[in-house]
DNA sequence: GTCTATATTCCGATAGAC
DNA sequence: GTCTATCGGAATATAGAC
């Protein structure tokens, strides 16, 4: 019920995907709030509070995804997965993950805290689903459902990241190309 | 026979390396040298002109190294190009390219022309290399090699991203699969 | 409870000393 | 040519007004 702490945490998301962590001020906030910069700290005392927050939202995000997708055949899970960030396409924006971890030792330890329970969140059910289609000879990879997940994950991160670079058919290519296993 | 210059580059790029771009400045690199912060300034009036010849010296690194590599046979240079960064493991360092690129839309023109620049000659080289490999049959891979190229690098950017966070075996186990083609 | 005026620190950059 | 004293502004954060 809680409005303009809402609309602080998703301006905050927004910022960290496209420009990142250490790069977005509170003024850039208020700016589009019309209050002050001082008035976010009301909401969040200090800058690494919201930025927790904002992780703790996009891992709510991606369990919620992943409960959403949980009757669909392992197949057309993956395909939700790797297509779950193309709306980010359009705006460059990295995921999460990708925007936050090239500065990952300059982030207070709660968000690092946070930030690596997401990876490990994120890599837990991708080698699960993985090891289940491979199982079901759904799947069909050299590698163990474990390596391969650190694999279709890296590949997809850097994917938007290198979009935003080359702004081409990077992440098209390589998005499609993880979806032949 | 400018040592300060060159020192401050190896400082600078040891920075964007461990914690990024923004994060890093002129004072933490005059704090190692014993000079005021503003000294910088001679040798680089301003942050981007560090900013580039930090990538420009990775460019020319990678340049050197593929040259240094041309007479081995394409599965040994497929070999060094993925154990090129192994030195940066223990550190937890990014490569260049995985440090800039979530900031890149804060990043001056001159750096963001350059980051370009080394990304594509990255690109091009690998591509040329998975190509010859598949036609000389020593690679085999479904995709074309451009595409190829794209995956390969992109695992690889974050998997020092991973390294990072994870601080587990999810570069070597990346690094080694990607030796398998 | 919600927001503003203000403090403090640190940043990148300039002007000028040696 | 090399470096320092210092500036103007922006960042995060506190104290207190309403």
Redesign the pocket.
């Known amino acids: 019920?809680?409005d303009?702490?809402t609309e602080i945490i998703n301006i905050a998301n927004e910022l960290i995907k496209s420009i990142g962590y250490?790069a977005?001020?509170?003024?850039?906030i208020?700016k589009k709030?019309?209050?002050?910069?001082?008035?976010?700290?009301?909401?969040?005392?200090?800058?690494?509070?919201l930025g927790v927050e904002v992780i703790k939202r996009n891992r709510a995000a991606f369990n919620s995804n992943v409960e959403f997708w949980a009757n669909l055949d392992y197949r057309q899970q993956l395909v939700r997965y790797l297509t779950m960030h193309d709306g980010f396409l359009d705006n460059y924006w990295a995921c999460i993950v990708g925007a936050l971890s090239p500065s990952f030792d300059t982030l207070p330890e709660n968000m690092q805290t946070e930030l690596q329970q997401l990876v490990n969140a994120i890599l837990d059910w991708l080698t699960d689903l993985l090891e289940k289609g491979k199982g079901g000879n759904v799947f069909s990879f050299p590698e163990s459902p474990k390596v391969k997940a650190y694999m279709i994950h890296s590949a997809m991160l850097s994917a938007l990241l290198m979009n935003r670079i080359l702004k081409n058919d990077v992440y098209k290519s390589i998005r499609d190309s993880l979806m032949n296993i």
């Open positions: 019920m809680n303009t702490r250490n977005f001020s509170y003024a850039d208020s709030l019309n209050i002050k910069n001082a008035a976010i700290h009301y909401y969040f005392p200090s800058k690494s509070d």
